[in-house]
């Protein structure tokens, strides 16, 4: 797109910003603001807002967060607004690094994973690199998937990942049947197969290491 307010009339990114936190979308505007080549056209405060602001504002990415409180999450958010016509990029930005996370996010399209701890170049570079259609991975998120390549563990199917997050809610095996429409006999075999990937052999244990190893997160 070009930017009519950009003084050098030239190309410039534009951005939608989707965070549910207002402190958070006001200092990624003004963090924005000041690079040159890259305009905020509009936040969103929600994951219905983000897929809204997608098809109002056209703009060439959408910066996502990947909580976004009520609603819909931010994975689900990208799934919509890929499926638009010609869609944006869109560039996860979150402060969360679980493998569970980070499949989720890669499996539905995103262009990138950037955390927010990160410095603000990193996320300049992203944006930049994103939009041109490249992958956009911060540092820490390249040497997981790294590690994971060079040295796999048995994946957990995601199934098993749903049943190791309801598990760390506490949920019994029949409150995670009913929650998930299967029989308790099936929450049971999946348990094993995940007891044997994860090398223990107690529910606590299971979910303490799924927790260690970023397969999980516990929610806040």
Do not use: C, W
Request: a negative charge.
């Amino acid at each position: 797109m070009t930017d009519p307010t950009d003084p050098t009339g030239g190309p410039v990114i534009g951005v939608v910003i989707a965070d549910d936190h207002p402190v958070v979308r006001a200092g990624l505007r003004a963090l924005l603001a000041g690079e040159p080549g890259i305009a905020v056209l509009a936040e969103a405060g929600t994951g219905e807002d983000a897929v809204r602001q997608a098809g109002l504002a056209r703009p060439d990415l959408v910066l996502m967060d990947l909580r976004l409180g009520e609603g819909i999450d931010g994975v689900e958010a990208t799934r919509r607004i890929l499926a638009l016509p010609d869609p944006p990029r869109v560039l996860v930005l979150t402060t969360y690094d679980s493998d569970a996370d980070i499949a989720r996010a890669i499996d539905v399209g995103a262009s990138g994973y950037l955390l927010k701890a990160g410095p603000p170049e990193e996320l300049f570079q992203g944006v930049r690199t994103a939009a041109r259609g490249e992958t956009a991975l911060s540092p820490r998120v390249a040497t997981r998937l790294m590690n994971r390549m060079r040295d796999p563990a048995p994946a957990l199917s995601p199934r098993e990942i749903e049943i190791l997050e309801l598990l760390a809610t506490g949920s019994s095996n029949r409150q995670i049947a009913r929650r998930l429409f299967i029989s308790e006999a099936t929450v049971k075999t999946h348990l094993v197969h995940v007891f044997g990937k994860l090398g223990v052999d107690t529910r606590t244990a299971a979910v303490t290491a799924a927790v260690e190893r970023r397969l999980i997160r516990i929610s806040d």
